[in-house]
């Protein structure tokens, strides 16, 4: 009977997701049966220590839920790959984690520390993975405790990392709104980055904030003067063009001082 354990157990932890894909296209008569089968698999896999078998049926599990199967029930297990320090298994439990988590899964509020450190790791693929993730399964408690750690991704080294860093804080700011203000410094000090990428996504975000309360971002009308005289990205001249069009009703000098510009545009 031990035996038999063992040797059925050995099989399990041999399937990977191209064997259950495979598996999938023989039982397409029968679909909701193997897959039944394959999670019972799947939760003993989840309880072995061994993060590698973990990370196996995690990503079977993120399979499984793109065809419309709850898997909420293994936030835990998903956490715990998230966690590894090997950024193999680590990408595994953060794409998971994005496809799957919601306001509503109180076991959140377990991710906190963890984010943070990948957030502040000197491994640009940890930093990377952790702000893609969180964009995903960002709740208002996570915004309110990480919105200070993502806010000094700002000055980072990095050009990838304060591009993510900017357009992160966009969702932070709709998720808790008092972070706004303590961090509009540095994200307007964004809009002179010396990375057209970084600037970009500073132009973005500021231009969006200021849809909602433009009246709010009218000081920034020199900046912005400057950076559509200056920018040779299209995208970024568009949001610009965009942004003064909600500016100029408040301010009817701008829009003598627009012509200029526009027409210069228009031409070239």
């Known amino acids: 009977m031990g035996e038999t354990i063992v040797f059925r157990l050995s099989m ?50 993120v399979y499984i839920q793109m065809l419309g199967y709850d898997i909420s029930w293994a936030a835990f297990n998903i956490i715990e790959v998230m966690s590894s320090s090997k950024f193999t298994f680590k990408r595994i439990g953060y794409l998971t984690a994005s496809q799957c988590f919601h306001e509503e899964l109180d076991i959140l509020m377990l ?25 995903c399964f960002l ?66 975000v500021i231009c969006e904030l200021a849809r909602k309360n433009p009246k709010n971002y009218l000081s920034l009308a020199p900046v912005f003067f400057k950076l559509m005289n200056s920018s040779t990205n299209n995208w970024t001249l568009i949001k610009i063009i965009k942004l003064f069009g909600a500016l100029c009703p408040l301010e009817p000098r701008l829009g003598k001082k627009m ?10």
């Open 139 to 204: 709740t208002p408690d996570l915004a309110r405790d990480l919105a200070n750690d993502v806010t000094n991704l700002l000055v980072s080294t990095r050009p990838y990392i304060r591009k993510r860093g900017i357009l992160l804080l966009f969702k932070i700011f709709l998720k808790f709104p008092e972070a706004l203000r303590p961090s509009f410094p540095r994200l307007k000090d964004k809009l002179e980055d010396g990375e057209p990428g970084v600037q970009s996504a500073a132009v973005n």
């Open 259 to 268: 012509i200029e510009p526009l027409t210069n545009l228009i031409h070239t």
């Open 12 to 61: 399990v932890f041999e399937r990977n997701l191209t064997d259950l894909v495979r598996g999938l296209r023989n039982h397409k008569e029968n679909e909701a049966k193997f897959i039944t089968s394959c999670l019972d698999d799947i939760k003993q896999e989840l309880k072995q220590e061994n993060v590698s078998v973990k990370a196996n049926a995690v990503t079977k599990l």
């Open 111 to 135: 991710t906190t520390n963890m984010v943070r450190k990948d957030l502040a790791s000197t491994n640009l693929y940890d930093s990377a993975v952790a702000l893609s993730g969180l964009s």
